[in-house]
Nanobody, 124 residues
C-alpha cells in the first residue's frame, strides 16, 4: 500500500510559478512511475505529466509542455512538479498518482494509488 500526500499548492498570479511536491510512504517508491493529473471545476480529471520509475523518462500533456517539469528523488520518496508561466486555465486541483505499469502511463486506469490533491489557483 502506497500513501501519497501532495503539497505546495496555493494562489499565484498569472505568469508566476509554483512547485508541487508529492511525498510517498509505504511500498517501494522506486518501482512506481509517478503521474500528475488535474481536475478543474466541472471538468474531467486530466493527465498533466508522468515520470518513469527511474526518473529517466518523462511525458507531458500538450498543455504542459515547455512550462511544467517533473523530477523525482527516489531517496526522499518524493516527486516534484515545477510549474512556470502559469495561466488562469491551470487552475485546478492537482493530484499525484503512482503506477506499477512499465513505461510512461498517461491514463487514469493505469494508476494504483492517488493522493488527496492540492489546490492551485491562478489569478489573472
Amino acid at each position: 500500500q502506497v500513501q501519497l500526500v501532495e503539497s505546495g499548492g496555493g494562489l499565484v498570479q498569472a505568469g508566476g510559478s509554483l512547485r508541487l511536491s508529492c511525498a510517498a510512504s509505504g511500498g517501494t517508491f522506486s518501482l512506481y512511475a509517478m503521474g500528475w493529473f488535474r481536475q478543474a471545476p466541472g471538468k474531467e480529471r486530466e493527465f498533466v505529466g508522468v515520470i518513469s520509475a527511474s526518473g529517466g523518462g518523462t511525458s507531458y500533456a500538450d498543455s504542459a509542455k515547455g512550462r511544467l517539469t517533473l523530477s523525482r528523488d527516489n531517496a526522499k520518496k518524493t516527486v516534484y512538479l515545477q510549474m512556470n508561466t502559469l495561466k488562469p486555465e491551470d487552475t485546478a486541483v492537482y493530484y499525484c498518482a503512482a503506477s506499477r505499469d512499465a513505461g510512461l502511463p498517461i491514463v487514469r486506469v493505469s494508476y494504483n494509488y492517488w493522493g488527496q490533491g492540492t489546490q492551485v489557483t491562478v489569478s489573472s
